[in-house]
Structure formats: C-alpha cells, structure tokens
C-alpha cells in the first residue's frame, strides 16, 4: 500500500514539474539590430523621374 | 649678339607655353558637355580629360587634373542627420493561451558617424563633409508602424503613429496571442512620413519590413494556463501523496470517521 503510494506521488510529482516547467519557462526572444542612416531617412526622390542627359538628344 | 637658335630662355618659354595649353585643357576648354548637366562625383569621371593631358605633356603633373576638373553641384536633398538604429525584438515561439509582446524601437545611435571616415594603419581618412539640409527644420516627421500577421489576435492591429523628434527614440508596442497551435508568418512594417511644415504637404518613405516567423505551441495539446494549473494541482496532490505520515494521518482520520459513526 505504501510502496503504491510512494510510486503513484514520485509519477505524479514528475508529470505536474514538466508542466509547470513547460508552462512558466522564460520564452525565448529574437532580436534583430540594423542601422539606418541618415541617406535612409530622406525625402522620397523618385530616381526615374530623373532623365538621364546621355539619353537625351 | 645671341647667335644660339634656342637660348634657355625660349626652352624656358616654350615649356611654359605648354604647361598652359595643358592647363586650359585642363580647366574644361573646348569642354563639350552640356552645361546644366553636373557629372556624378565617381571616380571614372575625370579619366578621359586626364588621358589627354597625359598624352600631351607628360612633364605636366598629371594628378592636378582632379582638382581643376568642374566641380560638381550637389543637390543633396535634406535629411535627418542622425544616425539610428532599427531594433525588433519578438518571440518566435509562443505558448498557446498566452500573450507576448512585439517590440519595434527607432533608436539614435549614439556610435553612429556621419561623417565617413576610414582607418588604414593608424593614419585617419576623413571623408568630404557634404552639407545637408537638416529634414527637421522643414518637416514635421512622423514614424508609423504596422504588423500584419493573419490568425494570432494582435493589439493594435491598425497602423500606429508616433512623432519623431531629433535625438529621440520611439518605440511600438504590439500584444500577440494566438488562438490555435501552428506556425504565423507576418511582416512588422516601419515607415516615415514627412509633413512639409509649410504647405502640408505629405510624402511617405518605407524604412523597414521585418518578417516574422512565429510559432504557437502547445505541450500534450494542453494550453499554457492549463498545463500551469494541472501542474499545480498535480504536485499538492503528489505532495501529500508522498507526506512521510500520510499513512498515519489517514488511518487516525478515518479511525475519527468510523468513530463518529
């Protein structure tokens, strides 16, 4: 009776730590770092409106 | 009476003479190109006029030509003069049933150097200095970011707007949980609008798609708030299950039970 007891407490205790461990596990982040320059943060210039004196004659 | 064809005096004149025939090249006579066009600042612009000096007069140093070439107009459009930094930080993993949080932030970048310099063996290179008009005194500058992701709910899910400020960091926040186990896949957009402050005028500028990759999970096919609060229940039950006394306890307790009976 003791020895299921015991057995039954030690699989129970070992299934309910996974869970709480599962659940209250830090979550892994991902961060991601990238530089803007200043020639990023200008005012939209549209490159094609801009003829290029080559082409025309 | 000076007998001599060539004295020094007219070697002296003649070189003279073709030093400033190069030099006349040199300045852009007889210069073809149009004159409203402003060459592009790069390296090859200036190699045909060098070639031709140097087939004239090689005694004539040839690198002068580089700086005697026209110079060009820059017409640098304004901009802001800060160096940022871009910084997102999400999870790619979440437990079904809970919530995480998305962080975009537009940081200046203290590091960060506008001037181009470069480092060759201890000696400095500094770049040109190219005077640019500062965006923020002539525009209202305004960040906005947006996250599109379809399927987890995701708080706002509309575009959010911040101002940018010079020397200021602005930062987006977004609440994620998702409602079924699976893998997302969305894109966090980040973009700058410039409000002449003037006339009103608008224009809108992309500055960033991020994509982003999460994942929801589950364990056993258990949520997260299921599987903490089975998991609690489970070790006050296995606690007293595996009490050393717990025999003792029981049987006194239903000895009390029998009794009142």
Redesign the interface.
């Known amino acids: ?2 020895t299921l ?2 057995s ?3 699989i ?2 070992a ?6 461990i ?3 596990l830090p ?19 549209p490159q094609s409106f801009i003829l290029d ?1 080559g082409s025309v004659s | 009476m000076n007998n001599k064809p060539f004295s020094t005096r007219h070697l002296y004149l003649f070189i003279a003479g073709i030093a400033l025939f190069a030099l006349s090249l040199a300045c852009g006579y007889g210069y073809s190109g ?1 004159a ?2 402003a060459p592009q600042p790069t390296m090859s612009a200036p190699s045909a006029p060098q070639q031709t000096q140097v087939a004239v007069v090689p005694v004539v140093m040839p690198t002068s030509t580089q700086f005697a070439l026209p110079v060009p107009v820059n017409t640098v ?19 079904l049933g ?1 919530t ?1 949080v998305v962080r975009l932030t ?1 940081e200046v ?1 203290d590091l ?1 150097n ?1 001037t181009p310099t470069a480092q060759i063996e201890g000696n400095l290179v500094t770049g040109n200095i190219i005077e ?1 008009p500062n ?1 923020y005194d002539t ?1 209202n ?1 305004i960040a906005e970011a947006r996250f599109d992701m379809a399927g987890p709910l995701i708080k706002p899910s509309e575009l959010i707007s911040e101002p940018l400020l010079p020397g200021q960091s602005v930062t987006f926040y977004w609440s994620i949980r998702p409602q079924e186990a699976g893998s997302y896949r969305g894109t966090v957009w980040l973009s ?1 609008r ?1 409000v002449n402050k003037l006339n009103g005028e608008e ?3 992309a ?2 798609a ?1 994509q982003v990759e999460i994942e929801a999970t589950t ?1 056993l096919g ?1 949520k ?2 299921t ?2 609060a ?6 006050i ?3 007293i ?2 009490f050393p006394f ?2 003792d306890i029981l049987k006194f307790l239903w000895g009390r039970v029998k009794r009142s009976r």
Request: hydrophobic fraction near 45%.
């Open positions: 009776m003791k007891r015991l039954l407490a030690i129970l205790l299934i309910s730590l996974i869970l709480l599962w659940g209250f979550v892994k982040r991902e961060t991601r770092v990238q530089p803007v320059l200043p020639s990023e943060m200008t005012l939209p210039t004196p | 149009s409203g066009y459009s304004p901009a802001i003069l800060e160096s940022r930094r871009l910084t997102f930080e999400y999870p790619p993993e979440i437990r809970d995480d537009l970048d960060g506008i640019i965006l525009h500058v700058l410039f224009s809108q500028k500055l960033s991020q364990f258990l997260a708030d599987a903490r089975a998991g609690g229940v489970g070790s039950v296995a606690g299950l595996g717990a025999d």
